[in-house]
T-cell receptor, first 115, second 112 residues
Framework: DGGITQSPKYLFRKEGQNVTLSCEQN?????MYWYRQDPGQGLRLIYY???????QKGDIAEGYSVSREKKESFPLTVTSAQKNPTAFYLC??????????????FGPGTRLTVL | QKEVEQNSGPLSVPEGAIASLNCTYS??????FFWYRQYSGKSPELIMS????GDKEDGRFTAQLNKASQYVSLLIRDSQPSDSATYLC????????????FGQGTELSVKP
């Protein structure tokens, strides 16, 4: 079964805690992405990676960190520096064919709530 | 001006009608265009992609692209209640390093 998995489905964080969201894919995709979605809004890019051991900041990277040690895995850490982390977090992946035509496919998402 | 704009809706159509969803974009360097469907509480699902001017049909869905007018649309024929969802337009621009830029989404409601 090929696809993208994210865990956990729901996550609760206390003030001042760091939490890590997992994203794994077995599609053999080169590129992986993290987005944040707030109610009634579109998706905003946090970080992306087109190759192992390399990643770039997206539009809202402050307060987040990532790693890409394996092609299949792209975990996202939400640090205590992120002041408003309550949101729906989506991981996506795509084949890299130059810079164009990269259909992105999404995992099921993690809903993070700050208590 | 937002990079990708959609009417937020909600757009309400009766069952069996044609639903028309519209999207405009600002970057003339945009090369690839995608429509995603997102059910409430779920993640987006890719339903259509289009790369050249004109129409592309897939079942009940037709994507239309007009690069001169910087306009892309999605038509859903014979709309069903199961089509009720938020539809996200996404644009991939070479000038933005291949990133996808998403619109805010249009909420579609199909009434039985």
């Amino acid at each position: 079964d090929g696809g993208i998995t994210q865990s956990p489905k729901y996550l609760f964080r206390k003030e001042g805690q760091n939490v890590t969201l997992s994203c794994e894919q077995n599609l053999n995709h080169d590129a992986m992405y993290w987005y944040r979605q707030d109610p009634g809004q579109g998706l905003r890019l946090i970080y992306y990676s087109q190759i192992v051991n390399d990643f770039q900041k997206g539009d809202i990277a402050e307060g987040y960190s990532v790693s890409r040690e394996k092609k299949e895995s792209f975990p996202l850490t939400v640090t205590s520096a992120q002041k408003n982390p309550t949101a729906f977090y989506l991981c996506a992946s795509s084949i890299v064919r130059g810079l164009v035509r990269n259909e992105q496919f999404f995992g099921p998402g993690t809903r993070l709530t700050v208590l | 001006q937002k990079e990708v704009e959609q009417n937020s809706g909600p757009l309400s159509v009766p069952e069996g009608a044609i639903a028309s969803l519209n999207c405009t974009y600002s970057d003339r360097g945009s090369q690839s265009f995608f429509w995603y469907r997102q059910y409430s509480g779920k993640s987006p699902e890719l339903i259509m992609s289009i790369y050249s001017n004109g129409d592309k049909e897939d079942g009940r869905f037709t994507a239309q692209l007009n690069k001169a007018s910087q306009y892309v649309s999605l038509l859903i024929r014979d709309s069903q209640p199961s089509d009720s969802a938020t539809y996200l337009c996404a644009v991939n621009s070479y000038n933005q390093g291949g990133k996808l830029i998403f619109g805010q989404g249009t909420e579609l409601s199909v009434k039985p």
